[in-house]
């Protein structure tokens, strides 16, 4: 209550899909609507991602076979974010390094960076911290690597 915005870091991990993400999404987006928030920023993977005009990057040929699943949990989630009339950013990080912060990290709006497959914990929670106020990737999927 009171609250101007909502950050999510529900995540599936790499286990077997329980729709935790999604169905955590779709809970917060109807709490958000019953207090009046109407943003949020959540976390998604880089499969989210376009790799070309036409295609994501989790339709690639390379893309992990052990992540479809959860690639799949997160077009759910993207999905869920797009046909509400909420503002919504969703991160999409490749692996995480669990590191802090360095504040040398590249976003790009909704392709995939290609300088990069790693960011460090640290510098997706600066560019939290920055969306918050800059509201630079409203209603947009959010790519982020160390630079």
């Not at 959860?70 to 009339?85: C, I, N, P, W, Y």
């Not at 790693?118 to 969306?131: M, P, R, T």
């Amino acid at each position: 209550e009171g609250q101007e915005i909502v950050i999510s870091a529900i995540s599936e991990g790499t286990t077997p899909v329980r729709k935790t993400q999604s169905g955590g999404i779709a809970n917060i987006l109807a709490a958000m609507q019953q207090k009046g928030i109407r943003r949020i920023i959540c976390m998604g993977g880089a499969g989210l991602l376009q790799f070309n005009q036409t295609e994501r990057v989790n339709e690639q040929p390379w893309f992990p076979a052990m992540l479809k699943d959860v690639a799949l949990e997160h077009m759910e989630v993207l999905r869920l974010l797009q046909t509400s009339s909420f503002e919504w950013t969703i991160v999409c990080p490749p692996m995480i390094l669990n590191a802090p912060h360095d504040g040398k990290f590249m976003v790009t709006a909704d392709y995939a960076p290609t300088q990069n497959n790693e960011v460090n914990a640290g510098n997706i929670a600066d560019f939290i911290a920055e969306e918050l106020t800059a509201r630079i990737f409203v209603n947009k999927r959010v790519g982020i690597t160390n630079a």
